[in-house]
């Protein structure tokens, strides 16, 4: 009795990606549209489930989109080009303070020109931070960005010119034009009816301070532009050369691969996504102090970029939804929430420590070692 122990027999079934790839380009683009506008009108459909009923739901989902951005671009830092950066949350904080220094504390700027201003100088900051640093590698890396954190929150709470523990207040929104009304649902059971009160309605593109769901709707916009940009890199020579520089720097090298130049571009590229990130915090939230910006808040934004999955966009999405989400929606056990994220993280550790959605190497090399071990056994097993 022959026994067939090709690696197409034994790993015959596709997987979810290929299912994918494999969709017609029409089909593909419509599903990421229907996904695109569940997303958007998401915050108006206060879905029990879903709905956060200690906390207003659409300023959760705010601050859920805040996350998902700045774990973008720590993906590209610790993720792509894997550069081990603990002191992210300086490069928010940066952009925050942009904002409101020269569109509150110290001019009134126009908030698009406050926009350009934080990125240019975040990014400007990274490759202040990268050029000397970024020689270094591992645990000595990460005390340096460790280090650049704290100075930077170091620096806001005892600098005169900063409004020191006082912060600033004031800051200026994005600017608005009402164009209409959105009306939520409200939820009785399994029975929903709208809800046409004029305190339910969401204005579209009107940003004030007590409805976050335009705030929201702007960060949406925001993700998207920075998922098609990372997409490109990612496929492009850069990505490329990230990937050999995470993999093995050496070797990379030996390949005619400017590891170092590539670094300080991953550097930088993250420190733009961050400075932008806090730029729209900064004007959602309208004050900032040197507390908005400690250095759990950098610990938090690492653990969504390893619990999503470092190395795959959607992963990061995922990890900084799990991050800011859940103890928003289990606020009634407010006292336990940091012990429960605790043994989450243990279970994700030692049950799935590639992460919620590795990225596609590391499924593929997970296959490839399922498919060893299976052949192994086969060849056993038809020994005996």
Avoid: C
Avoid at 43 to 66: H, K, Q, Y
Avoid at 347 to 370: C, E, H, I, T, V
């Amino acid at each position: 009795m022959s026994t067939d122990t090709t690696p197409a027999k034994v790993a015959a079934r596709p997987s979810f990606a290929d299912r994918w790839a494999d969709l017609p380009r029409p089909v593909q683009i419509l599903v990421w549209v229907a996904i695109a506008v569940f997303f958007f009108v998401l915050p108006l459909l206060n879905l029990p489930i879903v709905s956060t009923p200690d906390a207003e739901f659409g300023a959760v989902l705010a601050t859920v989109a805040n996350y998902a951005l700045v774990a973008l671009g720590l993906n590209i830092v610790l993720g792509y080009a894997g550069l081990l950066d603990l002191g992210y949350v300086g490069f928010y904080a940066i952009g925050a303070y942009t904002v409101g220094v020269f569109g509150s504390l110290h001019g009134q700027v126009n908030w698009f020109v406050l926009v350009i201003m934080a990125v240019t100088i975040s990014t400007a900051s990274g490759l202040l931070l990268g050029a000397p640093t970024l020689r270094v590698r591992g645990d000595y890396l990460a005390i340096v960005t460790l280090g650049f954190g704290e100075i930077i929150r170091i620096t806001a709470l005892n600098s005169e010119w900063l409004n020191q523990a006082r912060g600033i207040t004031g800051i200026p929104r994005p600017p608005s034009t009402e164009l209409f009304g959105l009306p939520s649902l409200l939820w009785d059971g399994a029975t929903a009816k709208v809800d046409l009160g004029e305190g339910a309605r969401s204005v579209f593109l009107k940003f004030g301070l007590l409805d976050a769901v335009p705030y929201y709707w702007l960060s949406l916009i925001v993700i998207i532009i920075v998922i098609f940009a990372d997409k490109l890199l990612q496929a492009s020579r850069v990505g490329r050369a990230w990937e050999a520089t995470r993999e093995d720097e050496e070797a990379a090298e030996l390949n005619g691969v400017p590891t170092f130049r590539f670094k300080l571009l991953a550097f930088a590229m993250g420190a733009f996504v961050g400075g932008l990130s806090g730029a729209l915090y900064a004007s959602r939230i309208g004050a900032i102090n040197p507390d908005s910006f400690m250095i759990q808040l950098s610990m938090m934004f690492l653990a969504a970029v390893v619990i999503g999955g470092q190395g795959n966009r959607w992963g990061a999405i995922a990890g900084g939804v799990v991050v800011a989400y859940l103890p928003e929606r289990f606020r009634e056990f407010a006292d336990f929430r940091i012990v429960v994220f605790g043994l989450l993280l243990l279970l994700l550790a030692n049950f799935r420590p590639q992460g919620l959605l590795p990225p596609r190497r590391a499924r593929r090399a997970k296959r490839a070692d399922d498919v060893t071990k299976r052949l192994e056994g086969t060849e056993e097993a038809a020994r005996a």
